[in-house]
């Protein structure tokens, strides 16, 4: 049974950062592309970064430069390191395993505000 627990989320002020973690267990992590999404209140969920096996990355351009995803494949582990956050960038952050079958955690709450 595939699962994807996210942690780190909480309350932080404009220009403050955040680091969440996504813990993952009965995939073949190393192996997988993991991804970040989230989704703020009345929109729909977003892309916002991915990292392939290999290491590679990929951002949405509104997060390009302020966000840093990376992997602990000891670990089973992925992380996106958050720095200067703005309001707009309150959201439930999503934790994801893209593939045939797409794998979902619970999510975390990130709040930015003062």
């Known amino acids: 049974q595939v699962q994807l627990v996210e942690s780190g989320g909480g309350l932080v002020q404009p220009g403050g950062s955040l680091r969440l973690s996504c813990a993952a267990s009965?995939?073949?992590?190393?192996?997988?592309?993991m991804a970040w999404h989230r989704q703020a209140p009345g929109k729909q969920r977003e892309y916002v970064a991915i990292i392939l096996s290999a290491g590679n990355t990929n951002y949405a351009d509104s997060v390009k430069g302020r966000f840093t995803i990376s992997r602990d494949n000891s670990k089973n582990t992925v992380y996106l390191q958050m720095n200067s956050l703005k309001p707009e960038d309150t959201a439930v952050y999503y934790c994801n395993a893209p593939g045939a079958v797409n794998y979902w955690g619970q999510g975390t709450q990130v709040t930015v505000s003062s």
């Open positions: 009965g995939l073949r992590f190393s192996m997988r592309a």
